[in-house]
């Protein structure tokens, strides 16, 4: 069992930036892949970001592309997603999830451990 915990949700202009955390408990953390996925009210949850379990491959919505940076820090058990040049439509509850394996995918069936969620709004 894994467990996630997100943090560093908030409400922030447009245009700002926020940092989003992410901290695993319980089996080894370099063993799985990491994703961040959103969920906007009345939508589907989508793709945002993924990192290799070594941290050396990243992977990005064309969405966030440029905007959005995923890391992680095995030794603290930790993954993060740094977000700059928010816009309104980045407005979502944002979970962090882990994959068994090396890369992960871009499919949320695929993850086998999901956080909480925390929410991000970007006004206008």
């Known amino acids: 069992q894994v467990q996630l915990v997100e943090s560093g949700g908030g409400l922030v202009q447009a245009g700002g930036s926020l940092r989003l955390s992410c901290t695993a408990s319980?089996?080894?953390?370099?063993?799985?892949?990491m994703g961040w996925f959103r969920r906007a009210p009345g939508k589907e949850r989508e793709f945002v970001a993924r990192?290799?379990?070594?941290?050396?491959?990243?992977y990005y919505a064309d969405s966030v592309k440029g905007r959005f940076t995923i890391s992680r820090d095995n030794a603290k058990s930790s993954v993060y997603l740094q977000m700059n040049s928010l816009k309104p439509e980045d407005t979502a509850v944002y979970s962090c999830?882990?994959?068994?394996?090396?890369?992960?995918?871009?499919?949320?069936?695929?993850?086998?451990?999901w956080g909480q969620g925390t929410q991000v709004t970007v006004s206008s």
């Open positions: 999830a882990a994959a068994w394996g090396v890369y992960g995918t871009n499919y949320d069936r695929n993850y086998d451990y």
């Open positions: 990192i290799s379990r070594s941290g050396g491959t990243t």
């Open positions: 319980g089996r080894a953390f370099d063993n799985y892949a």
